[in-house]
């Protein structure tokens, strides 16, 4: 079984493709959303929650890990690997591989822990040693996704007061460096036109493709691929407000606590 | 010592008046920033989280506690007097002493916990029985405060999009039924110009020291009136937002935790 971590509702957007390229696989699915937003929490809280969480999937049996959250990964990738000895996949560790390495000119969008972590510029400039980098945190984006604000007139004022400062320049590339951003991709895509925005979900299902046939960890081809979603707080809200990031409806939704 | 409990930052807008009518009293206050915002999460979630923070200050040495928090308030409040002795001022309770018993239309906003509980529209329907009330759930305007944009023009056309339906209407009054909202203030009345807008925070304080009076609780004028301040998460991100709310600056933070 596949298990993915995130802090509620941005790493169904990763789950997406990892159901398109690998229908046959169990997934367990964690969203803690009785402690969201991790995104402008501390390193610390994030880190123990992901301890707490990756504890949880792998008492239910997963045999592998994809750390969906930028924030989580951003806090604690590193020490969640240190206890636990199962193949973890970070989002942000295999987010780049379609950032074309002559890219001159990269921004990156995530939360204030993203951000302020620095994890992706830092694998940006070992990829494109020439590029520069714009990171920008972008708080309000979050809860303007879960609103469902994400083509709403309030999102384009948003938009444009983050991003201001990237409209003078010739930009190769935009990460979308948090798992609620891609659903506002219409939005960021208006504000800076011409540019590529770069998804790193499709990137870390293609990594998790490639670690599990590397480590002969497939599903034969007559499973059923069903998934099975946790949440910290209300099942009810979480099937809701889901649907919207899966774009399928959400069903076996159970809670942490029971 | 009065203890005061809030899920993060707004209930520093409840101390504030508190600490101008009872500039003596030992006040710890408990800010659950770990775990914020309660206002879109669960009854459940809220009210053991509550449970737990109580806990923590009454073994803290508290006498009273304030629930400053109208989520906290609403999903928590009966919850937490059933399992402990001490007297609790819920802000919600106290609120409305300056809402006019006359009062014909009465817009109630609040985060969707808040709202969603209908404890201030229960309320309302027992003071002002003929009233026509208006509740509306602004769930961005908390993350809009806690990043600084009080005063932005993106708060204007967030206020706009909330308060469209109040904008025919003749209102008596406004009830800011959440801790962040009077940080909004001068944005809600530039948008509902020559209403009322009714703060409780005023009213609660007001409570308190009446309670405090009535029950003997009150310190001695030679006491300094210091002030402990325990979050959940990082303390030096509570000092340097928290004085936002407080509108002073804020030492003494600890953690919950150390």
Known sequence: MIGILDSGFGGLTVMRPIRTLLPCEEILYLGDTARLPYGEKSPKAIAQYCVENTSFLLDKGIRVLVIACHSACSAALDIVRAQFSIP???????????????????????????????????????????????????????????????DHPIATVVANEYL??????????????????????????????????IDPALSCAEALHRLLNAKDLRQTKQSTGSCTFYVSDDPNKFRALGKIFLQEPIENVLSTHS
């Open 88 to 150: 973890i996949i970070g989002i942000i560790e295999h987010g780049l591989e379609a950032l074309s390495q002559d890219a001159q000119q990269i921004a990156i969008l995530g939360t204030r822990a993203t951000i302020n972590a620095a994890f992706y510029e830092k694998r940006i400039r070992t990829r494109c040693p020439k590029a520069t980098i714009f990171p920008i945190a972008c708080p309000l984006f979050v809860p303007l996704v879960e609103e469902g604000y994400c």
């Open 164 to 197: 201001h400062p990237l409209k003078e320049k010739t930009l190769d590339a935009v990460v979308l460096g948090c798992t609620h951003y891609p659903l506002l991709a219409n939005t960021i895509a208006r504000t800076l036109t011409k540019t590529a925005l």
